[in-house]
Every structure is written in C-alpha cells, then in structure tokens.
C-alpha cells in the first residue's frame, strides 16, 4: 500500500501544489512509483505545473459518476501520475467512493500525494482523510503562521492519528535577518508542528515548475525538496536554509 501524503494549508498560495510537484520529482528520483492527486476542485494546478499536456478530459470526479474509466482519468507522463480534479465546482463527493477509488489506484504506487486546495473546504478533508501524513505548507510569516497553527490544531482534533509536519516554504536568509521572515525555531514554536523541510525562495521554481518542466538538479528548490523526501523516508538530516 502507498505512502499517502496530503499537502495542506490554512492560508492560500503557501506552495502546497509546488511542494507536491517537487516532491513528486524527488521521489522518482529515489525509484519510487508516485501518483499525484488533485483535490484543488475547480481550481487544479497540477496538470501545469507537472507539464501534462492540455488535453485532459477527465478527472476523478468522472470516475466516481461512471463518465469514464479510472484508466481513462488517469494521466501519466514520464514517471509521474496524474488523477486531476475536476475544472468545475462540484457537490460534495460520496466519500466512501472517492476513498475506495484511491484504495484502488494507490495500490500500483509506492508515495500518493495529495494537493488540497487552500483552507478547509471539501478538497482539505479529500486530501487529509485518507493520509497518512499531512505537510502543512507555510511561509514563515507571521499571517501564513497563523493559519499554519489553526491548520495543525483542526487537523490533529479531525484525524488523531494523522502524523502532521510543518514544510516552511520560500525562506530567505535576507528576510531572516531583517526581520520579514521569522526565524525557523519562532516559525516551529507558533505552528506547533515538528519541521520536517525548508525549501528556499528559489526564481527556479516560477522559471521551471511555473512552465510545466521539472526542476534542474541544481535549482537550491531540487535540493531543498529531495532533502524533504529523504526525512519523509526516514534519514536524519539537517535542517538548514539554502
Ligand atoms: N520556493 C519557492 N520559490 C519561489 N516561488 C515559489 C516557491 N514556492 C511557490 N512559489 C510560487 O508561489 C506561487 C504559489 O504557489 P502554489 O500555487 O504552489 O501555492 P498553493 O499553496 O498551491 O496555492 P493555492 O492555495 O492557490 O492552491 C506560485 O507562483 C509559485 O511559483
Ligand atoms: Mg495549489
């Protein structure tokens, strides 16, 4: 059974679908089978952002209401899977469906990410359910830190059993130093959350994920993320900003 891992934050914007993104890229990079689920509903990104041409058709909520094959819905493209979320807003899902659809696909993978969409609407609870990780993705400013906390706490009363880390997002060692970003022990100690990664303000992730190409290898992002992954799997390494 895959790893399920759901990308979650109060605030919008945070790089919850960059995250997913570039953690998918460093999980190939480890061997590992990953398939990518959008639960963004009407909003999806992932198709962009992992460079999936603009023909997509179908998404799991066609699966679910009988439109098409899951095989149909399901994208892949190099070694990365795709099931997209639906481009139109949408009622509320039948959980037991859409949870025994990801029981299904997940089984030909070893790491399922999750992307919700912002805040805590239906696509949180589509992502947070079924996982067995949560990364709350913030930035580490006071405002995202906030939401960042609220989001921990909803998640720990939702799902006690749900191991949740905090991924800090586009730190700057400059914003650091002059005070707009906070420093990573005051960013751990508001969020209540074990860091688990810090990935760098990096122009390679708008130059290169923004366009639908994977991350170079030497991008500070790439390496930020295949780190993250590396603690995800396990390893000890150090936390520092890039
Ligand atoms: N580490 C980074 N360095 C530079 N830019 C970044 C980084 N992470 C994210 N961004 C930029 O921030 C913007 C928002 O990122 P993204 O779409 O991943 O956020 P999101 O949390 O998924 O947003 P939403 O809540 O709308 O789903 C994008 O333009 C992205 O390129
Ligand atoms: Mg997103």
Redesign the pocket.
Known sequence: MAYRIA?V?G????????????LAQAFCAQGLRVLCVDC?IG?R?LDL?LGFPGDIVFSWADVLRGNCTLEQALRTRDTISLLPAPLATMEKPDGEAYFALLRRVSSDYDIVLL?????FSVGFALAAAPADLALV?AQAEPVALRSAAVCVRDLHEAYPTLKVRLLL???HKKRVQNGINLNIDDAIDSVGAQLIGI????????AM??KGKPLPDYAR?AG?FARTARRVGGESLPLRID
């Open positions: 990308l934050s605030k919008g914007g945070s790089g919850k679908s960059t995250a997913t993104a570039g963004d909003l990104s952002l992307d919700a969409p912002a805040g993705v997002n586009r730190l990935i760098p303000e990096d122009e390679a992730v708008p994920l923004g992002a930020a």
